[in-house]
C-alpha cells in the first residue's frame, strides 16, 4: 500500500515537472500584465474599482483550472469529445428556444442560479470532437475526401446555431477552428483554395441577405469610420487616436490621456488594447505580440512531437482557438476588422472567455504530458 501510494506521488511530480513550464510562466506574465492594464483603464472609473482585484481573483482560479485539467490524461479528453460536442450542441439548441437575452442578443441559458454561454463551451468541444473524427478516420488509412464532408458538417451545424442568437465574433471562431484542425488533418490545398473562392464569391450574397443590420453598419463603419463619428464610428475612431498618440514608445503607465480621461467605450474588455498602445506605444505592443507568438511557436511545437493524430490536431487546433482572439481583437481595435465583441485573451475583463483560453491552454499541455503515448481508434490508451 506505501509503495502504490509513493509510486502515485512520483507520477504525479512527474507530470508536474514535464509540464511546459515556459509557454505557462508566460501565460502567467501575460495574465499579471493583464492586471496592471486592466488598473490603469479603470483606475479613474469609481464604478469599476473592483475590477482589476475581480480580475486576478479569476486569474488565480483559471489557473487552478489549468492545472488541473491540464493533469487529465489525453485518453480521457478524446473519450469524452463526442459527449461534450453533443452536449454543447444540445445547449445551443436550447438556446434557441429558452435562451436568456442580453445586449440585444440570445446567447445565454439559466440553468438554476447560473447563467451559461453555451458557444463558449462549444469552441473546445468542436476542435476535440474534430480531432477524435480525425483520429478515427486516419487508423483506417488515408483521409479521403468524404470524411472532410462529415467534418463541415460537424462545424455548420454549431456555426449556424451561434450566428442566429446573433454572435458573429463566436461563429466566425468556430469556423476558424474547424477549418484549421481540417487544414491540419490534411485537407487538400485545391479543396482550401475552391473554399476561398467560393467565400469571396458569395461574400456579396451573404452581405446583403444574411447578416443583419447592425452588423452591416460595422463592416460600413470599419471601411470607413467617419461616416458615423458621433455615432457607430465614435469607439473605432477614439481607439485610432489612442493607438497614434501611443507613438513608438507610449506616454507611459497611467500617462494615457485616452484612457485616463474615459474616452473609449469598454475599454476595460474589448478594446483594451488601446490602452496597452497608448500607454506602452509601439514597443510595447510589439512586445505583447511577441509574447503571444511564444506562445504560439511553443504550442505548435508541442502539436508537432505528439505521437497520436489526436493529440496533434487538438494541440494544433487549441492554438488557433486562441490566436484567433489575439489577432481579431487586435484587428477590430486598430479598425482593420468590424466590431465583433472578441476580448484579449488573459487581459481583457471577463470570466468566460478566460475559462474557454485556459482550457485551451490545458489541452496543449496534456498533449505534452502524453506526447510519447498512442491512441486506439477509441480514444482509450
Given at each position: 500500500m506505501a509503495n502504490s501510494f509513493a509510486q502515485t506521488n512520483d507520477d504525479v511530480l512527474s507530470r508536474i515537472f514535464r509540464l511546459p513550464w515556459i509557454m505557462i510562466l508566460i501565460i502567467l506574465g501575460?495574465?499579471?500584465?493583464?492586471?496592471?492594464?486592466?488598473?490603469?483603464?479603470?483606475?479613474?472609473?469609481?464604478?469599476?474599482?473592483?475590477?482589476p482585484a475581480q480580475h486576478a481573483v479569476r486569474l488565480g482560479i483559471a489557473f487552478v483550472f489549468l492545472f488541473v485539467l491540464a493533469m487529465t490524461p489525453l485518453g480521457?479528453?478524446?473519450?469524452?469529445?463526442?459527449?461534450?460536442?453533443?452536449?454543447?450542441?444540445?445547449?445551443?439548441?436550447?438556446?434557441?428556444?429558452?435562451?436568456a437575452t442580453g445586449g440585444g442578443a440570445q446567447r445565454w441559458l439559466d440553468i438554476g442560479p447560473i447563467r451559461v454561454q453555451p458557444?463558449?463551451?462549444?469552441?473546445?468541444?468542436l476542435l476535440l470532437a474534430l480531432a477524435r473524427f480525425y483520429h478515427q478516420q486516419r487508423a483506417h488509412g488515408d483521409i479521403k475526401f468524404y470524411p472532410h464532408l462529415i467534418a463541415i458538417v460537424m462545424i455548420a451545424a454549431p456555426v449556424g446555431l451561434v450566428f442566429r442568437q446573433p454572435d458573429l465574433g463566436t461563429s466566425l471562431m468556430l469556423a476558424a477552428t474547424g477549418t484549421a484542425v481540417m487544414f491540419f488533418a490534411g485537407?487538400?490545398?485545391?479543396?482550401?483554395?475552391?473554399?476561398?473562392?467560393?467565400?469571396?464569391?458569395?461574400a456579396p450574397v451573404a452581405y446583403f441577405y444574411v447578416l443583419q443590420?447592425?452588423?452591416?453598419?460595422?463592416?460600413?463603419?470599419?471601411?470607413?469610420?467617419?461616416?458615423?463619428?458621433?455615432?457607430?464610428?465614435?469607439?473605432?475612431?477614439?481607439?485610432?487616436?489612442?493607438?497614434?498618440?501611443?507613438?513608438?514608445?507610449?506616454?507611459?503607465y497611467l500617462q494615457g490621456t485616452q484612457s485616463q480621461l474615459d474616452y473609449i467605450p469598454e475599454q476595460h474588455t474589448d478594446f483594451i488594447f488601446t490602452v496597452i498602445a497608448?500607454?506602452?506605444?509601439?514597443?510595447?505592443?510589439?512586445?505583447?505580440?511577441?509574447?503571444?507568438?511564444?506562445?504560439?511557436?511553443?504550442?505548435?511545437?508541442?502539436?508537432?512531437?505528439s505521437r497520436s493524430h489526436f493529440g496533434y490536431l487538438a494541440a494544433s487546433g487549441a492554438v488557433v482557438t486562441v490566436a484567433f482572439y489575439v489577432f481579431v481583437n487586435i484587428g477590430m481595435v486598430s479598425g482593420m476588422l468590424p466590431v465583433v465583441g472578441v476580448p484579449m485573451p488573459l487581459i481583457s475583463y471577463g470570466g468566460t472567455a478566460m475559462l474557454t483560453v485556459m482550457a485551451a491552454f490545458a489541452v496543449i499541455c496534456a498533449v505534452n504530458l502524453d506526447r510519447d503515448r498512442h491512441l486506439s481508434v477509441s480514444g482509450l490508451f
Amino acid at each position: 500500500m506505501a509503495n502504490s501510494f509513493a509510486q502515485t506521488n512520483d507520477d504525479v511530480l512527474s507530470r508536474i515537472f514535464r509540464l511546459p513550464w515556459i509557454m505557462i510562466l508566460i501565460i502567467l506574465g501575460l495574465g499579471i500584465f493583464g492586471v496592471a492594464v486592466l488598473y490603469s483603464a479603470t483606475i479613474t472609473n469609481t464604478q469599476e474599482a473592483g475590477l482589476p482585484a475581480q480580475h486576478a481573483v479569476r486569474l488565480g482560479i483559471a489557473f487552478v483550472f489549468l492545472f488541473v485539467l491540464a493533469m487529465t490524461p489525453l485518453g480521457f479528453w478524446s473519450a469524452i469529445s463526442y459527449t461534450l460536442y453533443f452536449g454543447a450542441l444540445l445547449l445551443l439548441v436550447g438556446v434557441e428556444f429558452f435562451g436568456a437575452t442580453g445586449g440585444g442578443a440570445q446567447r445565454w441559458l439559466d440553468i438554476g442560479p447560473i447563467r451559461v454561454q453555451p458557444s463558449e463551451f462549444m469552441k473546445l468541444a468542436l476542435l476535440l470532437a474534430l480531432a477524435r473524427f480525425y483520429h478515427q478516420q486516419r487508423a483506417h488509412g488515408d483521409i479521403k475526401f468524404y470524411p472532410h464532408l462529415i467534418a463541415i458538417v460537424m462545424i455548420a451545424a454549431p456555426v449556424g446555431l451561434v450566428f442566429r442568437q446573433p454572435d458573429l465574433g463566436t461563429s466566425l471562431m468556430l469556423a476558424a477552428t474547424g477549418t484549421a484542425v481540417m487544414f491540419f488533418a490534411g485537407l487538400r490545398y485545391w479543396i482550401i483554395i475552391l473554399g476561398i473562392v467560393s467565400v469571396v464569391l458569395t461574400a456579396p450574397v451573404a452581405y446583403f441577405y444574411v447578416l443583419q443590420d447592425y452588423q452591416r453598419e460595422r463592416v460600413l463603419t470599419a471601411i470607413d469610420p467617419s461616416r458615423d463619428p458621433l455615432g457607430a464610428g465614435y469607439q473605432i475612431q477614439q481607439a485610432e487616436i489612442a493607438i497614434g498618440s501611443g507613438g513608438y514608445e507610449g506616454r507611459g503607465y497611467l500617462q494615457g490621456t485616452q484612457s485616463q480621461l474615459d474616452y473609449i467605450p469598454e475599454q476595460h474588455t474589448d478594446f483594451i488594447f488601446t490602452v496597452i498602445a497608448e500607454e506602452f506605444g509601439f514597443v510595447g505592443s510589439l512586445g505583447l505580440l511577441a509574447a503571444w507568438m511564444s506562445v504560439f511557436a511553443l504550442g505548435l511545437i508541442i502539436a508537432s512531437r505528439s505521437r497520436s493524430h489526436f493529440g496533434y490536431l487538438a494541440a494544433s487546433g487549441a492554438v488557433v482557438t486562441v490566436a484567433f482572439y489575439v489577432f481579431v481583437n487586435i484587428g477590430m481595435v486598430s479598425g482593420m476588422l468590424p466590431v465583433v465583441g472578441v476580448p484579449m485573451p488573459l487581459i481583457s475583463y471577463g470570466g468566460t472567455a478566460m475559462l474557454t483560453v485556459m482550457a485551451a491552454f490545458a489541452v496543449i499541455c496534456a498533449v505534452n504530458l502524453d506526447r510519447d503515448r498512442h491512441l486506439s481508434v477509441s480514444g482509450l490508451f
